[in-house]
Structure formats: C-alpha cells, structure tokens
C-alpha cells in the first residue's frame, strides 16, 4: 500500500508540476490542460495536484513498510 500511495502522489506531482508549467511558460505538456472542463482553471488544479501529491506521500510515510 504504501509503494501504491508513493506512485499516485509520484504522479500527481509531475502532472501538478506539468501543469504549472504549462501555465507559466505554454509548453504543451501534461494532462492539467487537455482536461476539457478545466478550462481557466489550469492553475488551481495544477496546485491542487501538488497539494494532493505532498498529502499522498504523508499518506505513505506514515504507513509501516509491510
């Protein structure tokens, strides 16, 4: 469970980071600005991704390795 959690938060951080990205600088990566119903909010949902990617890996850490 906790390789599991670390792999989602993994995740989620590179997308949240591609996303602001995106933001910041138009590159064309990442899933955040393909996302139809996301349109003009790239940036809170890329944050929240980060947000969720540092909550994921609390998640992990305070699992016991087993």
């Known amino acids: 469970m906790k390789q599991l959690l670390e792999l989602l938060g993994f995740l989620a951080l590179v997308q949240g980071v591609a996303g602001l990205v995106h933001e ?32 994921l890996f609390a998640a992990a850490e305070s699992r016991r390795s087993g």
């Open 24 to 55: 910041f600088t138009d590159w064309h990566w990442g899933l955040v600005q393909r996302v139809g119903f996301l349109d003009g909010y790239g940036l809170y949902a890329s944050v929240a991704l980060v947000v969720l990617a540092i909550a």
